[in-house]
């Protein structure tokens, strides 16, 4: 644990971070609980639910941020790790759901019982028991990034080739979700949920909590990616981004470093997903659909490659701009966004978190 | 190093800042929300409805507004992303504090925002037809449930057209799959024999349609008059149509009747090898009534442009609209508990030159229309049910739910309850 | 009355009086004839539908010379009602207008308007009255084809009754093409009927027909027939058409499979030069080929009357505007981005969705109807079970156009040469003399412009809307990928052999599922062969 913080010496931006997250921690639920409506600085429910899927998407930004920016692999299917750790709390949460659905069915959830089914698929067993739950988060997304991560990295799959399987893999997920058959209610997806650890979701102390745990989770988030990438293993990172082919020479296994860092990222993309599940109320294939994951990756751009702290501000700000302007332009907020994309990548290549090294280098 | 000290704070803060000023609220206007994707994939469906709601809501101010005060449109985008739509719900609910929203056109948009209009106890009117199977006290159903659209439509071809053999085709999600269950069931106790009845799922935007076509016309060649019920979705229509048309199947060797295929998704087909096929509805553009001819006119002069056509959706906005300007005034005020209580039993003109009424179960009366397509992208009414139909929440034909009804009056006050245990089954307190 | 019974009712009245109208003297069924033919203008007047099935029938069987005429005007809907005194008339648009001409009196009305008219309505069991009674009457047409065509659509109406009608016609006939239709029908004939010999003499013509009623009277007969003989015979004959039924479902699906391939190289192609050749990684490829796909239905709104001139000229059009709109992206974004594949794909993705919402502002996000002309539509029938849908073919035969032209454009001219310099190794091109920029310039905008082309193909097989192009994107890039990036050959390969892949499983896994095991082949197949089907050789593929 020493070490861990150790790993944050010298890293001014991340330590700011750290703080600001720690102050909205105790903030935020604050300002939403305890301090009155009419009050200036309450913070509405609406605002903390947005704020806790802001700090989501800022932990999956960094997920992806340490395989791009300290792996060079652009992976476009971050989503689905995502997804899949959604999926994995989505299941729990309807099982959690029990007989108050509107059909009454102990067992099954609602979408299951309209389409005839008589028993619980095999894979939604165990789901009804939170630790299996948090297992399976973690598990599910980082067997997937090892399977296809063992055959890309063993047979040196790499660059743009990579970025396509990856995304190949994602479409691939988002057909199959789609499907009634799988069990996972299709299109529909998984809502309506209930209750969380006993909890109504819908109460404004739970979601105080799970704001809570997504800033948590962000900081955790954060320090390992840190601590990573400040250690031999993160070094050696560094090196296969830049020169690959003379790492292998010099006797390093690259593809097993590879396959750490990428598991590793996978099962912070799948916390992420979890913690998200609850707060927007909803899980649906179109999570996977290869569009986002490449909305992942934009965020990262527009923050700064390579600096972790600047995914999550990446993150933030291109999510606050999309609620912003689907409200102030719904008509044309597409192209403010689009826009951002080009003007970012032209003239600002290291992202905004480059803007202020820059300037700083002039000075 | 200084100035990046400077960057997260000031991200932070710029965020903060403007997430905390919630707009002041203007005390002398009632706020409707409109809750219609205007882009992504469903903008293309959903962009009409948003206009309607516009037009509604100037022409109720035009009339004085409601309870003398002006409505005020408050119109989000939800960019066809399903959390989004329950975020912009309750931005709508909890920021904008609107008096109710009309809004949604997927069922899994409405599944999204659903808890969040039951959380905020507010109201949601919901234009399009759909699946069934749900009844909430929050949300009023203002387009066809399955009994309104599927069953007539199956009847009209079995009894009028002479049909025996069937092909339930579907994109695949909740809306095709629930429907064709009803339909299966119903054809079986009609008599038709399983192999007679042909379900196919495609995925959706299909585009390639040739090998599911030559299968529909195989199925169809088997010497019984064959006909294809089609759920298929927006975007998979104008391919399979077009592959219809060459491949020779035409209206009268295998009829398609369509649920999902209005006047709107007929302006962006060429409708020349289509004609014939048909369509069920409860309102066509064609249908010849005062009422429809005023609301053609408004729209055209609304949206400045003569050829824009008019379809069912917009209709059940329409309806759903009025139903809540009298209910409010009935209440005499926008309380939602009080509109809930007022609404029900409230009559209002349709555009069929009929009346419909909101039920119990928060659904509508409707006449069921059957219509033909013409060269002109219109519909011709070929048959229509001889009086209205109610809404059934809850179908008599799906194992779980035939014995389920919905009754939101007190003293049940109940969207799910099962007549043979006796039980208000799942949700409410 | 089901509308199936109604035809088999309305062929066992219809026959044998058309016989009677060929073989009796004319002029002792003159009165009959015109009273029939008043009396069924008269019911069409009529707002049920039944009885205006009646007055179909009265007309179909008056065998009046005007029949013809009003039936397939019924059909097209060019029949109306005079709104002053509901006379029935016959309309053609005119100038300012519609010409009325009286159906009874042929009496020339004058230009009326849409005011005035009341259009005689028709439901799909009319229309299917309709086109029988048509086929009934064109037993007599000049045209052979047109015979043939008549006797085609009967043949699911014939009775055991039916043959000496068809014996009589057949003595008549000349045509080899329409006697062997007759054949078919008299053998049809013959198996509803009770005798053992003619029927297995009936077996014997119908032993290779693949017409799908023929099959269902074989089935009827494996399962009903009471002669061991004729079952066994029967059987055999089915097992022979069933063996070359399959033969044709298989050749089918290679046709589906080649249509689809074809598609996807027409999407890919374009995207095979901008990412195969320069590097870039183009996510807005999509919306060039929506670009293409509306600059064809802009076309079509300004010549409305020159359908298949204006798809013919939009090809070029397309191909400059999106062409354009690539050079003005090349030029404004991507020439700061050489060498960053990754950030092309950032930033290209942003302009896909500048381009998408400028077109949604423009056109509204309604899909657009591109008309397809008359010769595409439709379909080339080899035989009954077989038979080619022409706007596949056209749209096949295009890509592989395309393709070769493509082809060589890279290989022949100095232009193919210059990209292929510059696409190799970029340093040593430029030392040699080559103006680089302009290269990539010129070859952005060629991938884009076939990019456009694209659009116009594909406006014909699906929806011209926004989104047209996020719904091909994928798809390109795996095809790419797939045959190999820097390689026409692999894209065209790897496009068609995709293509009917997703075809031979379809039917077997269904359309979503055989999608899904498309793409993790794709995902196996690169890590076996990380270049593809053909890879890059030298070091350049590095």
Redesign the interface.
């Known amino acids: 644990m020493i070490s861990l913080f150790a790993s944050l010496r010298g890293d001014r931006a991340g330590i700011i971070l750290l703080i600001l997250l720690l102050l909205a921690t105790v903030a935020v639920p604050v300002c939403n609980l305890v301090v009155p409506e009419n009050s200036p600085v309450h913070i509405s429910t609406f605002t903390m639910a947005l704020l806790g899927k802001y700090l989501c998407y800022a932990l999956l930004a960094i997920s992806v941020d340490l395989v791009w920016g300290y792996l060079g692999i652009l992976s476009l299917g971050h989503g689905a790790f995502f997804a899949l750790g959604g999926y994995a709390m989505g299941m729990y949460l309807m099982r959690q759901i029990g007989d108050r659905g509107v059909y009454g069915n102990p067992l099954l959830p609602d979408f299951m019982v309209f389409l005839n089914w008589k028993d619980l698929p095999w894979f939604w067993h165990g789901f009804d028991m939170f630790w299996f739950t948090l297992l399976m988060v973690l598990i599910v997304p980082a067997l997937l990034a090892i399977v296809v991560g063992w055959f890309a990295f063993r047979s040196r799959v790499t660059g743009v080739y990579l970025s396509i399987i990856t995304q190949a893999m994602t479409y691939a997920l988002m057909l199959a979700f789609f499907r009634n058959e799988m069990g996972f209610g299709g299109n529909n997806g998984l809502t309506d949920f209930k209750d969380l650890l006993g909890f109504s979701l819908q109460s404004d102390s739970t979601r105080a909590g799970l704001f809570i745990a997504s800033a948590l989770a962000l900081a955790f988030g954060y320090i390992s990616c840190r601590y990573i990438t400040r250690s031999r293993l993160g070094q050696a990172a560094l090196a296969i981004r830049d020169q690959e082919a003379r790492l292998r020479f010099i006797g390093y296994r690259v593809e097993n470093i590879k396959l750490w860092i990428f598991t590793f990222s996978a099962m912070l993309a799948g916390l992420a997903g979890a913690l998200y599940v609850p707060q927007v109320g909803i899980i649906n294939p179109t999570e996977f659909s290869p569009l986002n994951s490449i909305e992942m990756v934009v965020w990262v751009a527009v923050g700064g490659r390579a600096t972790l702290y600047g995914a999550a501000v990446g993150a933030l700000l291109v999510n606050y701009a999309k609620s912003f302007l689907t409200v102030t332009f719904p008509d044309a907020w597409l192209f403010g966004l689009g826009a951002i994309f080009v003007l970012v990548t032209l003239f600002l290549p290291k992202g905004v978190a480059g803007l202020f090294k820059k300037q700083e280098a002039h000075r | 190093m200084k100035n990046q000290l400077f960057a997260l704070p000031l991200a932070c803060g710029l965020l903060a800042g403007s997430l905390l000023t919630s707009g002041a609220q203007a005390a002398d206007t009632i706020k409707v929300g409109v809750l219609h994707s205007l882009s992504g994939t469903m903008a293309i469906s959903e962009t009409t409805l948003k206009d309607t709601m516009l037009m509604l809501i100037e022409e109720q101010n035009k009339k004085g507004g409601v309870l003398g005060k002006k409505l005020e449109a408050v119109v989000v985008d939800p960019a066809s992303n399903w959390p989004l739509f329950a975020e912009k719900a309750r931005e709508l609910i909890e920021k904008e504090k609107v008096a109710a929203t009309f809004g949604c056109w997927t069922s899994v948009s409405r599944k999204s925002v659903l808890p969040v209009f039951e959380e905020l106890n507010s109201l949601l009117f919901y234009p399009v037809q759909y699946e069934g199977e749900e009844s909430s006290l929050n949300v009023f159903y203002t387009g066809a449930a399955p009994n309104q659209q599927a069953v007539p439509a199956v009847d009209y071809l079995m009894n009028d057209l002479g049909v025996e053999r069937w092909v339930l085709a579907g994109t695949d999600y909740v809306y095709p799959r629930t429907t064709n269950k009803i339909l299966e069931a119903y054809l079986k106790s009609k008599g038709v024999p399983q192999e007679d009845i042909m379900i196919n799922y495609t995925p959706f935007g299909h585009s390639d349609w040739q090998s599911i076509v030559a299968d529909i016309k195989k199925f169809g060649s088997a010497g019984k008059k064959t006909a294809v019920v089609s759920t298929i979705n927006g975007d998979a229509n104008v391919p399979f149509y077009k592959e219809l048309g060459n491949q020779g199947i035409t209206a009268d060797n295998i009829p398609v009747v369509a649920f999902s295929v209005g006047e709107e998704e007929l302006s962006g087909i060429d409708t020349k090898p289509l004609v014939g096929h048909l369509a069920a509805w409860n309102y066509f553009m064609s249908v010849d009534s005062d009422a429809n001819m005023d609301f053609i006119e408004a729209w055209h002069s609304f949206i400045k442009n003569e050829k824009r056509v008019t379809n069912d959706p917009m209709e059940a906005h329409f309806i759903g609209f009025n139903m809540w300007v009298k209910a409010v005034e009935k209440a005499g005020t926008t309380d939602p508990k009080a509109v809930q209580e007022a609404i029900i039993g409230v009559t209002v003109p349709n555009l069929s030159g009929g009346y419909s009424a909101m039920m119990p179960n928060h659904h509508i009366t409707k006449p069921v229309l059957i219509g033909e397509i013409q060269e002109n992208g219109q519909f011709d009414v070929v048959w229509e049910t001889p009086g209205l139909v109610v809404g059934d929440a809850w179908s008599d034909y799906l194992e779980g739910s035939k014995d389920l009804i919905s009754d939101w009056r007190a003293p049940l006050s109940c969207g799910n309850y099962n007549v043979v245990t006796k039980t208000c089954a799942g949700n409410k307190e | 009355?089901?509308?199936?019974?109604y035809r088999a009712l309305l062929s066992l009245v219809t026959l044998p009086f058309l016989l009677l109208v060929c073989f009796f003297p004319a002029v002792a069924a003159q009165t009959a004839t015109q009273e029939s033919f008043e009396q069924g203008i008269h019911l069409l007047k009529s707002r049920k539908?039944q009885e205006k099935n009646r007055a179909v029938e009265l007309i179909t069987d008056s065998g009046d010379p005007r029949s013809m005429d009003v039936l397939q005007d019924l059909l097209a809907?060019k029949l109306f009602l005079l709104r002053t005194d509901q006379t029935v008339v016959q309309v053609k648009s005119a100038k300012g207008g519609y010409a009325v001409t009286g159906v009874l009196q042929q009496q020339d009305l004058g230009t009326l308007q849409t005011r005035q008219l009341k259009k005689i309505?028709i439901?799909?069991?009319l229309?299917?009255a309709l086109?029988s009674g048509i086929a009934k009457i064109n037993l007599q047409h000049p045209d052979p084809g047109v015979r043939a065509n008549a006797v085609e659509s009967m043949l699911?109406e014939i009775t055991a009754d039916s043959v000496q009608m068809l014996e009589e016609l057949k003595t008549k006939e000349q045509n080899k093409a329409v006697r062997r239709e007759l054949e078919t029908a008299i053998a049809i004939s013959w198996l509803k009927g009770n005798d053992e010999a003619q029927k297995l003499k009936a077996l014997d013509t119908l032993s290779g027909s693949l017409t799908?009623?023929v099959?269902?009277e074989l089935k009827k007969i494996t399962t009903q027939e009471n002669s061991e003989a004729v079952q066994k015979k029967a059987l055999q004959a089915l097992h022979t058409i069933e063996a070359k039924v399959k033969w044709y479902a298989k050749l089918?699906?290679l046709f589906?499979g080649l249509?689809?391939g074809s598609?996807l190289v027409l999407a890919a192609i374009g995207l095979a030069i901008t990412f195969g050749v320069i590097g870039v990684?183009n996510?807005a490829h999509g919306e060039l080929i929506m670009i293409g796909a509306y600059t064809t239905y802009v076309l079509q709104q300004c010549m409305p009357d020159h359908i298949g001139l204006s798809l013919a000229l939009a090809i070029p059009a397309a191909f400059c505007v999106s062409g354009l709109v690539g050079v003005i992206i090349e030029r404004s974004?991507i020439r700061?981005?050489y060498g960053?594949?990754?950030?092309t794909?950032?930033?290209t993705?942003?302009?896909?969705?500048?381009l998408?919402?400028?077109v949604?502002?423009i056109f509204?996000?309604?899909?657009?109807?591109?008309?397809?002309p008359e010769w595409m539509?439709?379909?080339l029938?080899i035989n009954p079970v077989l038979?080619l849908?022409?706007?596949?073919v056209t749209v096949f035969i295009f890509a592989m156009l395309v393709f070769t032209t493509l082809y060589i454009l890279l290989k022949k001219s100095s232009l193919g040469l210059q990209v292929r310099a510059v696409s190799q190794n970029r340093a040593m091109a430029r030392s040699m003399g080559i103006h680089a920029a302009k290269v990539d310039a010129l070859t952005f905008g060629l991938g884009s412009g076939i990019a456009g082309i694209a659009g116009v193909a594909l406006s014909q097989?699906?929806?011209?809307?926004?989104?047209l192009g996020?719904?091909y994107i994928?798809d390109s890039?795996?095809v790419v990928?797939f045959g190999g990036?820097g390689n026409l050959w692999g894209t065209m390969l790897g496009g068609l052999s995709l293509g009917i892949a997703?075809?031979v499983l379809?039917?077997w896994s269904?359309?979503?599922?055989a999608?899904?095991l498309i793409?993790?082949l794709?995902?196996?197949f690169?890590?076996?062969r990380?270049?593809g089907l053909f890879p890059q050789k030298g070091r350049a593929a590095e």
């Open positions: 009355m089901g509308q199936h019974h539908f809907g309505t439901n799909n069991a229309r299917g086109k699911e799908p009623v099959r269902n089918e699906t589906f249509s689809l598609v990684i996510m974004v700061f981005l960053r594949p990754l950030e794909l950032l930033a993705f942003g302009i896909s969705l500048i998408q919402q400028t949604r502002s509204s996000p309604l899909n657009r109807s591109v008309i397809t539509t439709g379909s029938a038979s849908t022409t706007n596949r097989l699906t929806n011209v809307g926004p989104n996020q719904s994928i890039f795996m990928v990036v997703n075809k379809e039917p269904g359309a979503v599922l999608k899904i793409l993790v794709i995902i196996l690169i890590q076996k990380p270049q």
